[in-house]
């Protein structure tokens, strides 16, 4: 019997918590239906994931939005899904536009927003679609946002009606399960020598704004009695290297790449930072929490806040404020306790963010609509 059909379209299925989340969610909804990811690129890191869910992979010929425009409605003619999640607010438009113009409004799309649409006001381009998004955003089935906070934001963006709130499924695995499977050999880890050890985790790139925690290193007391972990890959790992050199930390920074599973790496650390420009709903502050790491995070738009529940369950600092950070990370050394009280709220945080309310929320809508 032929299982209906779900397309999730990503236009670069890359390594980042949003193919992650994609991956949760899928896999539950693999078990009554066939899944198929749609991408201009797939990054080999999930290979393994989408091999064991049984996800189905087409890979997009053309980069370019008015090819793809017409290949993509191909792609919808021939396998005829009866449900389309698209993932961001740049695919969610193509998508929108394509049912529009091709299908007269008749596709049942879900657009996922993972991101503060302030993102997009950097160029001509993210306007165009800030735009684009205001006047079609009406004629998709829901708009699926992964925090309350990015739901207000869409909102405000435009005047649909069918904005809704769903958070990550995160916790579906066990991650101290996970943490504890298997012993890490490499330094700093290896070789502790009583230096405390902080951890970033996420692409290297400008949204997620590296540079911003070894600024503020540098304005530590003593910064030669600590060591900087980042996990992640990206085109800032060179100016991370180049700046850790100017400012004699070199032999401190340890730049660990990608790793499928980090959280051996987060829970053999005495610190979490997060210090990203624009969020969704940052999985990995999630994931910190739930291994009990102290956690200082920026208040970038939207998600950290709601996460930290406005600063009880870890410090909040201001984006690209560096030398607040810095301050904070002192704090950190000097007075750690005051973190450890913060711990106190991480069980009320993490609630809200059970696998099981998530599944049945994403399950509820797709069986209305089917």
Do not use: W
């Not at 919808?76 to 740049?90: A, D, G, L, R, T």
């Not at 890490?184 to 911003?212: H, V």
């Not at 730049?255 to 829970?267: M, Q, V």
């Amino acid at each position: 019997m032929n299982r209906k059909k779900i397309l999730f379209y990503h236009p670069k299925f890359s390594d980042g918590g949003a193919e992650k989340t994609n991956l949760l969610v899928s896999e539950e909804l693999s078990k009554n239906y066939e899944i198929i990811f749609l991408s201009n690129s797939f990054s080999n890191k999930f290979n393994d994931d989408i091999k064991k869910i049984g996800i189905k992979k087409i890979i997009l010929k053309s980069n370019r939005t008015i090819t793809s425009f017409f290949e993509i409605s191909k792609i919808i003619k021939k396998i005829n899904p009866e449900i389309i999640f698209s993932v961001q607010m740049h695919a969610n438009v193509l998508m929108l536009l394509i049912n529009l113009f091709l299908f007269k409004n008749n596709l049942k799309i879900l657009c996922c927003e993972r991101l503060s649409p302030q993102s997009y006001h950097g160029n001509l381009k993210g306007k165009i679609i800030l735009i684009l998004a205001n006047l079609l955003y009406q004629n998709a089935r829901k708009i699926i946002c992964n925090s309350k906070s990015l739901a207000n934001e869409i909102k405000k963006l435009t005047k649909a009606k069918n904005i809704i709130h769903i958070y990550n499924p995160t916790l579906k695995q066990n991650l101290k399960k996970l943490a504890s499977k298997f012993k890490i050999n490499e330094n700093p880890f290896k070789n502790k020598k009583n230096k405390k050890i902080i951890i970033s985790i996420g692409r290297l790139d400008e949204t997620k704004n590296p540079m911003m925690l070894l600024k503020a290193v540098n304005y530590l007391r003593n910064k030669q009695n600590l060591n900087v972990v980042f996990i992640g890959e990206g085109p800032k790992k060179k100016d991370l290297i180049k700046y850790a050199k100017e400012i004699n930390f070199s032999k401190n920074l340890y730049l660990l790449g990608f790793k499928k599973n980090p959280f051996p790496y987060l829970l053999k650390s005495d610190l979490f930072i997060l210090t990203s420009n624009f969020e969704g709903l940052p999985n990995v502050l999630i994931e910190a929490m739930s291994l009990n790491i102290p956690i200082i995070s920026t208040e970038s738009p939207s998600g950290p806040q709601e996460i930290l529940l406005n600063g009880k369950a870890g410090f909040l600092v201001k984006r690209s404020d560096y030398k607040s950070l810095s301050n904070k990370i002192n704090l950190f050394l000097d007075k750690p306790a005051i973190f450890n009280m913060k711990k106190k709220f991480y069980k009320q945080s993490l609630k809200r963010f059970s696998p099981n309310i998530s599944q049945k929320k994403y399950l509820n809508i797709i069986k209305k609509l089917i």
